[in-house]
T-cell receptor
Framework: DAGITQSPRHKVTETGTPVTLRCHQTENHRYMYWYRQDPGHGLRLIHYSYGVKDTDKGEVSDGYSVSRSKTEDFLLTLESATSSQTSVYFC??????????FGQGTRLTVV | GESVGLHLPTLSVQEGDNSIINCAYSNSASDYFIWYKQESGKGPQFIIDIRSNMDKRQGQRVTVLLNKTVKHLSLQIAATQPGDSAVYFCAETNTDKLIFGTGTRLQVFP
């Protein structure tokens, strides 16, 4: 998958706990994205990064934060997980705007 | 891999027939469009893209058509094969943000 790895692949967590998902790339691409995928909504952009320490909000950023301290890593943090954040999360990378290559996804369940 | 059970529009075609998947996009300022394929348990996979200065682009067995007047995008798959069974998404952008449509499920019957 174009040198992109998401971890963990599955996680179950309790409501109110913080959770961090990691996206790691070996392609040295400038852009990195976090999406969530839910039935009936397709893929929705949470946050994205256009360089180290440069991030911006997407469509559904409330309750999420991100950090990018190195080109290869983009972290997504759920500050206090809620049941509405149960979803499949995908990371994508791009060396040009738009044309993203996706990871395998992380299934997060908040109980 | 990961998969999401999606309640999606479904297109059913017979193996060997041509498939046409349609997408209406929302932003008239969008200038770049992409089609993705998502197989069960996997992340979306890039198929083909097109810029707004074009109205047609062809790849291997796939063609994308863009009608900016009515904000419509279509993906044509020639000689559809069982391996084409998947969910297909269109995506649009005019900035750094790629915005996805809700997707269409393609089912291929022998």
């Amino acid at each position: 998958d174009a040198g992109i790895t998401q971890s963990p692949r599955h996680k179950v967590t309790e409501t109110g706990t913080p959770v961090t998902l990691r996206c790691h790339q070996t392609e040295n691409h400038r852009y990195m994205y976090w999406y969530r995928q839910d039935p009936g909504h397709g893929l929705r952009l949470i946050h994205y990064s256009y360089g180290v320490k440069d991030t911006d909000k997407g469509e559904v950023s409330d309750g999420y934060s991100v950090s990018r301290s190195k080109t290869e890593d983009f972290l997504l943090t759920l500050e206090s997980a809620t049941s509405s954040q149960t979803s499949v999360y995908f990371c994508a990378i791009s060396d040009d705007r738009g044309k993203g290559f996706f990871g395998q996804g992380t299934r997060l369940t908040v109980v | 891999g990961e998969s999401v059970g999606l309640h999606l529009p479904t297109l059913s075609v017979q193996e060997g027939d041509n498939s046409i998947i349609n997408c209406a996009y929302s932003n008239s300022a969008s200038d770049y469009f992409i089609w993705y394929k998502q197989e069960s348990g996997k992340g979306p996979q890039f198929i083909i893209d097109i810029r707004s200065n074009m109205d047609k682009r062809q790849g291997q067995r796939v063609t994308v058509l863009l009608n900016k007047t009515v904000k419509h995008l279509s993906l044509q798959i020639a000689a559809t094969q069982p391996g084409d069974s998947a969910v297909y998404f269109c995506a649009e952008t005019n900035t750094d943000k790629l915005i996805f449509g809700t997707g269409t499920r393609l089912q291929v019957f022998p």
